[in-house]
């Protein structure tokens, strides 16, 4: 006799149905290594269509000109998924000096072209005058919106828009291999920056121009890419295999000071009341149930608010029904 997948409906189910059957809950972090030439998008909807999972998000695009760490997050997980697009990143840059495009990378048309002229020691000390906080124009060829559309679309079109230049914070430019004319470059940096942007500006104070030639994300908060896994090894693996390859949601709030509520008091902080946070500093909190994460909680004069919870199994199931 043969034995038929609960995942998988029988053939003569009604499409509605055999579109939720074919889902179900899965909870966690799995850190994927995209590789070139796929968006985040296209990487995330394989990655959900392997598990079948029936909720999940990616936390920080990467370009289809870029690789590297792309987390996704899973069911629960996806409600502390800010922390991670919040977080810094690390990325190895390779800038290649002497051309400029119109996109500021690879992708884009050549606008012009110069020698390259400059010695490492005038490299070295140029970067180490970009680390800090500084305000970058972000690029036109950006997913950052201007009246409903994004600037690409503007971009495109030969149509000139505001875009007003935003703070970041690198923290450091490491020159890690320099071959005139391509300079590799660890880049430690905050939220928003635009690594396209500070190769075209490294450039042009150089006097030669300059444009992001390739581009690895290595590190989103305390994830490292060395930890990470290929779609195409995941598609290689069986379901179990594949499956431990998922971390708890809590790893995404292991950094924030945990407070431990009994189960009447995680009730009632589950149900959106404050709750007594005694010897806690004001900021962010993780809230556990025992080992279980519950939510993170925003203290304040010793109280905690709730900031994101996470549902009981029971009320997974009666959204469920309701849906």
């Known amino acids: 006799m043969s034995r038929i997948s609960p995942l998988i409906p029988n053939s003569s189910s009604p499409p509605n149905s055999r579109r939720r059957l074919s889902r179900r809950n899965v909870d966690g972090v799995l850190l994927l290594d995209k590789a070139t030439g796929i968006t985040s998008n296209a990487a995330l909807s394989r990655v959900k269509r392997l598990f079948h999972a029936a909720k999940a998000g990616h936390t920080g695009t990467l370009d289809p ?4 760490l792309l987390p996704i997050c899973f069911g629960s997980a996806t409600r502390f998924a800010q922390f991670l697009l919040d977080a810094d990143k690390r990325y190895t840059a390779t800038i290649r000096f002497g051309v400029s495009t119109t ?19 005038h490299l070295e000390a140029t970067l180490v005058r970009f680390t800090g906080t500084m305000r970058q124009v972000p690029p036109a060829h950006s997913a950052l919106k201007f009246e409903g ?15 007003p230049p935003r703070e970041v914070m690198i923290h450091a430019l490491t020159l890690v291999a ?19 942007t500070l190769a075209s500006d490294i450039g042009a104070v150089l006097g030669c121009g300059a444009h992001l030639a390739a581009l690895r994300r290595t590190a989103s908060g305390g994830f490292d890419i060395a930890n990470a896994v290929s779609l195409e090894a995941l598609q290689a693996m069986g379901e179990r295999e594949r499956e431990a390859h998922v971390a708890p949601a809590r790893v995404l709030v292991a950094h924030l000071p945990a407070l431990g509520l009994a189960p009447p008091v995680a009730a009632r902080f589950r ?23 519950i939510g ?17 199994q029971d009320d997974r199931v009666l959204n469920s029904a309701e849906s």
């Not at 909680?297 to 549902?311: H, K, Y």
């Open 65 to 68: 000109l870029a690789s590297g």
């Open 103 to 121: 996109t500021l990378d690879a992708e884009g048309d050549v606008v012009a072209t110069r020698p390259v002229t400059f010695a490492r020691s």
């Open 149 to 163: 559309r994004p600037h690409y679309e503007y971009a495109r079109r030969g149509i000139d828009i505001p875009r």
């Open 178 to 196: 320099w071959q005139a004319p391509d300079a590799i470059v660890d880049v430690h940096c905050s939220k928003g920056t635009y690594v396209r």
């Open 271 to 293: 149900h959106g009341e404050a709750v007594a946070a005694s010897g806690f500093r004001d900021g962010a909190a993780a809230v556990f149930e025992g080992d279980a994460l």
């Open 296 to 312: 993170v909680a925003e203290v304040s004069q010793q109280v905690a608010m709730p900031r994101r919870t996470i549902p009981t």
